[in-house]
């Protein structure tokens, strides 16, 4: 069974600091993706990493993979209050000949002025 | 294009009653989800399929049932409602596995509010 480890699961944090987001994951992935949901809102797709190495980057949010170590982090530069937020990681193994997507149980990020 | 769309948004269902949820999805994608969203648990799947005439259990399927009929709908069925299954329920949608393939991140519709009481 597919495990998916996120951390922190909260996170408070100042304006204009920087965090990083963990996301482990226990099987053979080659995918992995990263989702913000507002409260009350649906989830809404921020990275797709696709292959070990991978990096991308959308205004204050780094995303990276290292399928070696099955660990992914989102990184936050010079926070701000905008980006207030759950955030998911969502590890896809239909590579290894599971279809499912397994989430993480979500980081839920408040950016304090 | 609606891209996924959930029907209904809310419900309030007595317990024992039963109800189907129906997931649509224009983009002509192969695979679709069933998750639930419960506080601190984040999504929980429930039951997918990867294509027409083909279902399968996730994380959480007890208490449920699904069916693909059409490519393009997903239904979620509860047969007699508990208590323990008040939640919000998101379907997904996406394309299928290729390694070719980079557009591959899942699409969700705008969720199922659901109490049973």
């Known amino acids: 069974e597919l495990k998916v480890e996120q951390n922190p699961l909260f996170l408070s944090m100042q304006e204009g600091k920087n965090y990083t987001i963990y996301c482990n994951y226990s099987?053979?992935?080659?995918?992995l993706y990263w989702y913000r949901q507002d409260p009350g809102k649906s989830l809404e797709s921020l990275f797709v990493?696709?292959?070990?190495?991978a990096v991308k980057q959308e205004g204050r949010l780094m995303a990276s993979l290292d399928t070696k170590a099955r660990l992914s982090t989102l990184h936050i530069t010079a926070a701000v209050h905008d980006l207030s937020a759950t955030y998911f990681c969502?590890?896809?193994?239909?590579?290894?000949?599971?279809?499912?997507?397994?989430f993480g149980k979500g980081t839920k990020l408040s950016v304090i002025p | 294009n609606a891209g996924v769309t959930q029907t209904p948004k809310f419900r309030v269902l007595k317990t024992g009653q039963s109800m189907t949820l129906l997931c649509a999805q224009d983009?002509?994608?192969?695979?679709m989800y069933w998750y639930r969203q419960d506080p601190g648990m984040g999504l929980r799947l429930i039951h997918y399929?990867?294509?027409?005439?083909?279902?399968a259990k996730g994380e959480v399927p007890d208490g449920y049932n699904v069916s693909r009929l059409k490519k393009q709908n997903f239904l979620l069925g509860l047969e007699s409602a508990a208590p323990s299954q008040t939640s919000v329920y998101f379907c997904?949608?996406?394309?299928?596995?290729?390694?070719?393939?980079?557009?591959?991140?899942?699409?969700f519709g705008q969720g199922t509010r659901l109490t049973v009481v």
């Open positions: 969502a590890v896809d193994a239909s590579g290894a000949g599971s279809y499912q997507l397994t």
């Open positions: 997904a949608s996406k394309e299928y596995y290729s390694r070719d393939r980079s557009n591959t991140e899942a699409f």
């Open positions: 983009m002509n994608h192969e695979y």
């Open positions: 099987t053979t992935s080659d995918r």
């Open positions: 990493l696709l292959s070990n190495g």
């Open positions: 399929s990867v294509g027409e005439g083909t279902t």
